[in-house]
């Protein structure tokens, strides 16, 4: 009788794990079909699919380089601008703000990421890209002209607008992370600095920015991993041209929007195939990339678990 | 909360129910962007007339018309560069001209509205990267007039699979060497300079917002952005500005050698009225087709050759020259609807 | 000899200078970080506002180089793309949520929870790629069940994750306490612990459905797009998405207005959506704390 009742639980537990296996299963799944379809391109260019730049549908030879230099340079770029913000604003919302602005100030940056891609995008081509071609990149070439990096016309759409645009999505990631890093750090440790007589800023430095920098470069990686798979507002700004140039303001292509826009109207098997292939790669960094974030936020997280 | 949801999605289910019930023929279609306007107008139009008939079309590019075609995902596909034999093995389409149109060079050039003149060389060498200012002395040589400023000269060309691409890399080929060693032809290749955009939308888009620049697109396009674009010399040695008449022009002249499916390009005509960079733009079907879809389709494509043609010129086509009609009727009238 | 408290005098004015200095620029990260929104924003209402009109709302799109026109069925589309991910996401999502937090200490949970956060990550564009070759080339055509289960895909992490946080906040003497009367595990689980806590998880579910909502990376190669209104669920279908992406791109002002209004639809969406979710766990918090 008593076995009647809880049998039950048995069935309850065996379709939550069913359930759960599934998607594992689906990763692997995933997985193995991009590496499954992506089968005659790895035969045909082995490893210099990887380290050659030439892209040539017409002549059936592919490489990636280009789109691999496109995808880590434009989110390079956007980290550049995006850590030393995102890590000041966490600050900002843990240790200097007063806890009424804090909630208002978290929800501002909380709908940075709300907003989808597509609309980053919208406004990259319209509103930021003009701006940068009229404004910011003849500036920049007239000050800093003489660094490789700010050469050549300015065309408004290129490397430097979708890593701007980049930056701006990574802010929430980053700076969500951080925050929980901060805030997981004891108060004691706050106080300890200030029996010493620091200053505010000695405290945060001391206290808060030392003690969590695991956390911190967690958060970072997390946030480059969140930009080396962005999509559609990259593809809108960064002019899709499968080149390897210096300058910033030159047009590229990343992995993902190479994707995008060839994808659906590839037509020799062998290109399809190596489309497939960068999408396994991109796969494959991004999982790297997670797993490695994971493990520094949950060693910082332990620390501060361990007060 | 959970109720306020399932009642929402509850809602939208019977409403798709509702909608689904008025039993229309739909058929969906996909492919070249540069038949897009008027491809747009003949479905609302023929639509007007059976009103049962929604036949949607997505303009994805040529390449993309190839491919989906090919894996059985649309109904038909539409490109402009004709599929080659090793892409027809597999699913043998056939090609059903529609029309035929102009694929222009426009730029985007302050205080030069109209009057560019370029040569199919020229215009190779600006898109290999070679000529990269505007005051280049190769083109000022030949256009005297104009006061062409000392300013970067911005390369826009498709990032897609594109027939508009295949059609003037095609005439690339025909009249530049390095050209033809260096980038070849194709609906995508590898392209030496310049930006990419998505479709004749995306180049013009890029076009019309960055001074300096110079693109390829279908005529209308241009036009309908008022965009300049320039007028090339053709075979003949004459400048010729892309319109309806030099377009039938290169287009009577490639009719004696008009093979049976109508896959034959018309760039770099021999006669001195034509325009160098024209093409003809297909329907892809399947010879063989089932049920109301095929009858749908085939009723269609009767009325596009026939009644549908006069609506190409006032949206920059050129209409199929009168010769060719009876031949592409012929081919539409063999294929199979069970 | 004041010469020691006077050098610590100065440092100590060097080191308060320094540490003002230092805060004013945390406050500036704040808002340059913050500046972004607040010019898309501008942007989209000043440019977006005057697409929306009564036409915007109730028609179909127009044909190209015709001007007028809507966005109702894209508008339908993206309602109905993202029922149906919901219909397989939520149960889904909160399944393994539950999963993880009431049977998380084995090893199969801890490699599930890491599956969870990979997918979460995971570039959505390759999950369109998986699906263009699962469902579509399968099912011979592009549709709104292709464009739905790749939506879903991108759900069931984001629900089964804040699942897991907001049970695994529910103390375990609840847990005991059911048990202890004898009540099964599986009926603690779903009245006890879940009906518990339906209000925060549905509030997860409902961001996730708004993050999902914007997505167009998935769609391209899926749902495609149309012309027309729904027309069953293995056909294609249009999106408030993929529309504004194509209209964006275009060379047509009317097109190029319209997308900026749809973008203005899908912000204000996301937005009210964030914001009264957010003052409905206000609410509820604070009444929780007068309990307590």
Redesign the interface.
């Known amino acids: 009788m008593r076995r009647e009742i809880y049998r039950f639980d048995r069935y309850f537990y065996f379709f939550l794990k069913g359930v759960a296996i599934c998607l594992p299963l689906l990763l692997i799944g995933i997985g193995g079909f991009l590496l499954n379809a992506s089968l005659p391109s790895i035969h045909q260019f082995g490893f210099d699919f990887l380290g050659t730049k030439i892209w040539d549908p017409a002549r059936d030879n592919y490489g990636i380089l280009a789109f691999v230099f496109g995808t880590l340079i434009s989110s390079l770029i956007a980290i550049l601008i995006a850590a030393p913000l995102s890590i000041f604003t966490a600050l900002f919302l843990t240790e200097v703000a007063s806890r009424r602005l804090q909630k208002s100030a978290s929800f501002i940056i909380e709908m940075l990421a709300a907003i989808p891609s597509v609309v980053y995008g919208l406004w990259g081509i319209y509103v930021l890209a003009p701006f940068l071609r009229v404004y910011v990149e003849p500036f920049l070439g007239k000050t800093l002209g003489f660094l490789p990096l700010f050469q050549g016309p300015s065309y408004g759409v290129g490397m430097l607008a979708a890593g701007i645009i980049l930056s701006i999505m990574i802010i929430p990631t980053i700076t969500a992370v951080t925050k929980e890093v901060f805030l997981s750090i004891p108060n004691s440790y706050r106080e300890a600095a200030m029996a010493l007589g620091a200053t505010r800023w000695e405290v945060i430095k001391m206290a808060v920015i030392k003690t969590g920098s695991a956390g911190i470069l967690g958060a970072v990686i997390l946030g480059l991993g969140r930009a080396l798979g962005e999509t559609m507002a990259v593809t809108m700004v960064i002019g899709n041209r499968s080149d390897i140039s210096i300058s910033l303001f030159a047009p590229g292509q990343s992995m993902s929007s190479v994707i995008a826009n060839e994808y659906s109207e590839a037509t020799s098997s062998l290109h399809i195939s190596a489309l497939l292939e960068i999408g396994l790669v991109l796969f494959l960094i991004t999982f790297f990339i997670n797993s490695l974030a994971r493990v520094f936020v949950w060693r910082a997280s332990l620390r501060g678990s361990t007060r | 909360?959970?109720r306020n949801?399932t009642l929402?999605?509850l809602m939208?289910?019977s409403?798709?129910v509702v909608?689904?019930w008025a039993k229309?023929v739909?058929i969906?279609g996909?492919g070249a962007t540069f038949p897009?306007?008027i491809y747009?107008?003949w479905?609302?139009e023929f639509q007007k007339i059976h009103p049962d008939a929604?036949i949607?079309?997505?303009s994805?590019?040529?390449?993309?018309?190839?491919?989906?075609f090919?894996?059985?995902?649309?109904d038909f596909g539409a490109t402009d560069a004709p599929m080659t034999d090793e892409?027809n093995a597999k699913v043998s389409a056939l090609h059903i001209p529609t029309v035929m149109g102009a694929v222009v060079v426009t730029y985007n050039l302050k205080g030069v509205a109209t009057g560019l003149k370029l040569t199919g060389s020229i215009v190779a060498d600006i898109f290999l990267g070679k000529i990269t200012k505007w005051n280049d002395p190769k083109i000022l040589e030949i256009n005297p007039g104009l006061k062409l400023p000392d300013l970067?000269i911005?390369v826009a060309h498709r990032?897609?699979?594109?027939g508009t691409t295949g059609i003037f890399?095609d005439y690339l080929v025909k009249v530049s060497a390095s050209w033809k060693e260096k980038?070849?032809?194709?609906?995508?290749?590898?392209?030496p300079?310049?930006?990419?955009?998505?479709?004749n939308?995306?180049v013009?888009?890029?076009v019309?917002?960055?001074p300096?620049s110079i693109g390829y697109v279908e005529l209308?396009?241009a036009e309908?952005?008022k965009l300049p674009y320039a007028t090339i010399k053709n075979k003949a040695g004459i400048f010729v500005d892309p319109s309806m008449k030099s377009v039938s022009a290169a287009a009577a002249a490639s009719l004696k050698t008009m093979p049976e499916d109508f896959r034959i390009s018309i760039t770099d005509a021999e006669s001195k009225d034509a325009y160098p960079i024209s093409g003809f733009t297909y329907l892809l079907v399947h010879p063989k087709m089932e049920g109301a879809k095929g009858k749908t389709l085939v009723k269609f494509l009767e009325w596009a050759i026939s009644d549908g043609q006069k609506y190409a010129e006032e949206?920059f086509y050129a209409p199929l020259p009168k010769e060719m009609i009876g031949k592409v009727e012929k081919s539409i009238k063999s294929i199979q609807v069970k | 000899m004041s010469s020691l408290s006077e050098q610590m005098e100065h440092t100590f004015r060097l080191r308060n200078l320094k540490s003002y200095c230092m805060l004013a620029m945390i406050v500036l990260a704040f808002v340059v970080s913050a500046l972004p929104l607040f010019a898309v924003f501008a942007h989209i209402i000043k440019l977006g506002f005057s697409a929306l009109n009564f036409d915007f709302f109730t028609k179909l799109p127009a044909p190209v180089g015709e001007s007028g026109g809507g966005l109702a069925n894209a508008l339908l589309g993206t309602a109905i793309l993202v029922g149906i991910a919901s219909v397989i996401g939520i149960p889904w999502g909160v399944s393994i949520g539950i999963y993880l937090s009431e049977y998380g200490k084995s090893k199969t949970a801890s490699v599930v929870r890491f599956c969870v956060d990979m997918l979460v990550s995971i570039p959505s564009i390759v999950v369109g790629l998986f699906i263009y070759e699962l469902i579509v080339i399968p099912m011979k055509g592009f549709s709104a069940n292709a464009g739905g289960v790749a939506l879903s895909i991108l759900m069931i992490p984001t629900i089964a994750r804040t699942t897991e946080e907001i049970l695994k906040l529910i103390p375990a003497h609840v847990r005991e306490a059911g048990l202890g009367l004898g009540i099964p595990r599986w009926k603690v689980t779903l009245f006890i612990i879940v009906r518990g806590s339906l209000m925060p998880i549905s509030t997860g579910v409902i961001l996730a459905i708004s993050r999902v909502a914007g997505e167009t990376a998935p769609l391209l190669f899926t749902a495609l797009s149309s012309r027309f209104w729904f027309d069953g669920f293995n056909k294609p279908i249009a999106s408030l998405s993929v529309q504004i992406f194509n209209y964006a791109i275009s060379p047509f002002e009317d097109w190029q207005s319209q997308a900026w209004g749809g973008a203005l639809l899908l912000v204000l969406f996301v937005f009210v959506v964030n914001l009264s979710v957010r003052i409905l766990l206000l609410r509820t918090n604070t009444s929780k704390g007068k309990q307590i």
Not at chain 2, 159 to 162: L, V
Not at chain 2, 183 to 191: D, E, I, K, L, P
């Open positions: 909360m959970f949801l929402t999605i939208v289910m409403l798709m909608s689904a229309n739909s969906t996909a897009y306007p747009s107008k479905f609302s929604q949607d079309y997505q994805i590019g040529s390449g993309g018309g190839i491919r989906q090919a894996e059985g995902t649309i892409q970067a911005m990032s897609d699979g594109s890399t980038v070849g032809h194709g609906t995508a290749v590898n392209w300079a310049g930006l990419g955009g998505k479709g939308e995306g013009t888009g890029l019309k917002q960055t300096g209308i396009y309908n952005n949206l």
